[in-house]
């Protein structure tokens, strides 16, 4: 046991991911320990809110910058990476002066409930802000810095998870929740930004006709990814907005808590494992190592370590919600119940999502995930109009959506084990 363990330890990769790991898991842990006082306080309306907002925001974030970001770990020189970065913030400024344009010109728009139209221009920034963090999450893994990662996770849930409890004592309303939903990602930008060093290049990257260059050379993430992202950040956002309209914000607020709390093992193992295993999956695709053996190694680690955690939450989710949360709370771990089905296999998936960009297979993941959405809603539309109840609705969007995240596992691995780095 004792070499096992020195073993691991000295293994490069076991020691990146256990150092993102720490982080992930720290800010986890302190976000669980405000989330007793925070559902207490706001309540199940409050959290629908929060969810809608959230939703439509994250509906939009993964075209802001047309995926360039995704391409700063894959760009092989940092000149090359820096300027993906400068194209990404580009893109990113005018996509959200756009939003800010419609929303100025469409002023009978409004969300699924009146109540939050007062923060409808509060989206552009979001999604700027999103867009930026998505460019310094991705150059710090390019560089390796993942104590300052682990640092950034920490201090950023510490920050908004104290503002949010110490101020609904005073104001208990929804807007409190968005506001330091969009400030969050702030705080977490500017302190990644602390790993975001200038590179010293022969030509200017910011140079319109070297941009131009780059965003040719990495048209597929524009063209495949961006729009894969967009489909399944649709796929993911429409049960919120879905249980909103049908059954109204109450029953939103219990989807956006249950996927927050039992997210929480697959973000901390998933984010922590992909962030590093997508920067060795590039090195071993540049030194032609074998592709498939890394894949099938890291997804039995992950199918191990996130079995248990999950099949308690399966077992006892209505039981663990109503001790953790009170009451009022246990519709929620009924949806959290079947949610740790599909959260599971989406754990299981990221591996192969990470391994797309190397495989050149972000082509066939738009079409697949195309077929997947229009699986999935129509679940959800079956849920409600046939049987009426919106925990079946859950059930039959999460039974679906696993059955077709094995398929693409399965499609993925076997396009690995015939892929050839020519």
Known sequence: MREL????????????????????????????????FITRIYGPEAFGHLGVFTAIVEMVVPIAAMS????????????????????????????????????SLTSSFGFVDKRLDDFIFLIPFAVLIGATLQVVKQWNVRKKNFKLTARADVLQSLISGGAVTGIGFFYPISGVLIFFSVFKNFIHGI?????????QCKKKMSDVDKLKELAKKYYDFPVYRAPQLFINAITQSLPVL???????????????????????????IGKSVASVFYE?????????????????????????????????IFALGPE????????????????????????????LS?????????????????????????????????????????????????????????????????????????
């Not at 691991?8 to 007793?36: C, E, H, W, Y």
């Not at 663990?320 to 959260?343: C, D, N, P, Q, T």
């Open 280 to 312: 060795r999956i590039v090195q071993a695709y540049h030194k032609r190592k074998n592709i498939s053996e890394i894949l099938y190694k890291v997804t039995s680690v992950l199918a191990v370590i996130g079995f248990l955690p999950f099949v308690i």
């Open 242 to 268: 879905a249980l909103a309209i049908f059954f109204g914000s109450s029953s939103a607020g219990f989807y956006s808590i249950a996927t927050i709390a039992i997210g929480i093992p697959s973000s901390i």
């Open 5 to 36: 363990i020195r073993n691991i330890l000295q293994n490069r990769f076991a020691k990146d991911v256990l150092l993102v790991v720490s982080g992930a898991t720290g800010a986890r842990i302190l976000s669980m320990a405000f989330a007793p």
């Open 68 to 103: 360039y970001p995704i391409a700063i770990v894959l760009a092989k020189e940092d000149c090359e990476a820096k300027g993906l970065a400068i194209l990404s913030m580009y893109i990113a400024i005018v996509f959200s002066m756009l939003i800010w344009g419609f929303l």
């Open 191 to 199: 302190l990644l930004a602390f790993g975001v060093n200038d590179i």
């Open 350 to 422: 990221k591996p192969c999502i990470n391994a797309l960009p190397v495989l050149k297979a972000q082509r066939f993941f738009l079409f697949f995930s195309l077929v997947s959405m229009i699986a999935r809603l129509s679940a959800l539309f079956v849920g409600y109009f046939i049987f009426a109840s919106d925990v079946i609705a859950v059930v039959l969007f999460c039974v679906s959506g696993s059955a077709f995240i094995v398929v693409f596992i399965m499609i993925v691995y076997s396009k690995s084990k015939n892929y050839k780095n020519e």
């Open 320 to 347: 663990m919600f109503w001790f953790v949360f009170g009451e009022k709370w246990v519709i929620a771990g009924e949806y959290a119940r079947w949610l740790s089905i599909l959260l599971y296999f989406r754990l």
